[in-house]
């Protein structure tokens, strides 16, 4: 059964950092692409970054470009954000997705629950 | 960036009912379109990809159809379980983007 496990959310101040964490089993993780999709509260999805399946490729939404970093450790099965210089249009929950073919883009067969993250003083 | 226009933003239906919500992106995507359903404080569930394929496990009640740019999702009769928000999103290219939702709620 496929499983994706975020962690790394919470309060943070404006222009703080935080590192989520998405933490993967049940298919192989280093043959997969990765996202992140965010959705701050009472408001739509919005994607927020991609990375290939052996990171030599990575995508921003302009919103995030310059700020936030993905990365992945197929040996962890785990993939990362790295969020810098975070404001209050950041606090959303986030979520990882997996793609259901080995290439990218392509349409997302997996969700995990999300973690929630809040940026304010 | 290609736009996704969904419609209606809402709208209340009755158990039984047939229900179709539309989605048009704002240059042709082909057929990389995928739904979406997403119940309160739950994570999105992956429905329908390419324009209209179901993924595995998802009831035939579902269905999706393109024309051109114009993508729809139909509920062939709606369940107590279907009432939630639904996005379609193209995944044609980079950035990914979403439809703004159609939320379905009880007549």
């Known amino acids: 059964e496929v499983q994706l496990l975020e962690s790394g959310g919470g309060l943070v101040q404006p222009g703080g950092s935080l590192r989520l964490s998405c933490t993967a089993s049940?298919?192989?993780?280093?043959?997969?692409?990765m996202n992140w999709v965010r959705q701050a509260p009472g408001k739509g999805l919005e994607w927020v970054s991609g990375?290939?399946?052996?990171?030599?490729?990575?995508y921003y939404a302009d919103s995030v470009k310059g700020r936030f970093t993905i990365s992945r450790d197929n040996s962890k099965n785990t993939l990362y954000l790295q969020m810098n210089s975070l404001t209050a249009e950041d606090t959303a929950v986030y979520y990882c997705?997996?793609?259901?073919?080995?290439?990218?883009?392509?349409?997302?067969?997996?969700w995990g629950q999300g973690t929630l993250v809040t940026v304010s003083s | 960036d290609i736009q996704m226009t969904q419609s209606p933003s809402s709208l209340s239906a009755s158990v039984g009912d047939r229900v179709t919500i539309t989605c048009r992106a704002s240059q042709g995507i082909s057929n990389y379109l995928a739904w979406f359903q997403q119940k309160p404080g739950k994570a999105p569930k992956s429905l329908i990809y390419?324009?209209?394929s179901l993924q595995s496990g998802v009831p035939s009640k579902f269905s999706g159809s393109r024309s051109g740019t114009d993508f729809t999702l139909t509920i062939s009769s709606l369940q107590p379980e279907d009432f939630a928000t639904y996005y379609c999103q193209q995944y044609n290219s980079y950035p990914l983007t979403f439809g703004g939702g159609t939320k379905v709620e009880i007549k």
């Open positions: 990375i290939s399946s052996r990171a030599s490729n990575t």
């Open positions: 390419a324009a209209s």
């Open positions: 049940g298919f192989t993780f280093g043959s997969y692409p």
């Open positions: 997705a997996k793609y259901r073919e080995r290439w990218e883009p392509s349409e997302f067969d997996y």
